[in-house]
């Protein structure tokens, strides 16, 4: 089992940029593929981004490609979304969950385990 914390949120100015961080703990960090999804008000929680085990393999949603960065360190169980060029249409509550999976997974149901959200304001 992992739980999962996020951090790194706050509110940013169009063109701005903010790094999320999300601490896991428990067994087998490296062992799972890492997402990071988000949620805006009155919408479905959608996919961003996910990347494999040892971090060779990312996809993103086409609306983050070229602004949005993920990483994860597995020495540290942390996993990272770089975000640069916000737009006000990123606002929304970031979550990271993992998946017991050998492939990327992009929807929602095929994550295990979720962290409480971290929220994100991107003002005009």
């Known amino acids: 089992q992992v739980q999962l914390v996020e951090s790194g949120g706050g509110l940013v100015q169009a063109g701005g940029s903010l790094r999320l961080s999300c601490a896991a703990s428990g067994r087998g960090f490296s062992n799972y593929v890492m997402g990071w999804f988000r949620q805006a008000p009155g919408k479905e929680r959608e996919f961003v981004a996910a990347?494999?085990?040892?971090?060779?393999?990312?996809r993103y949603v086409d609306s983050v490609k070229g602004r949005f960065t993920i990483s994860r360190d597995n020495a540290k169980n942390t996993l990272y979304l770089q975000m640069n060029s916000l737009e006000p249409e990123d606002t929304a509550v970031y979550y990271c969950a993992a998946a017991a999976s050998l492939y990327l997974k992009v929807e929602v149901g095929h994550y295990d385990y979720w962290g409480q959200g971290t929220q994100v304001t991107v003002s005009s």
């Open positions: 990347i494999s085990w040892i971090g060779g393999t990312k």
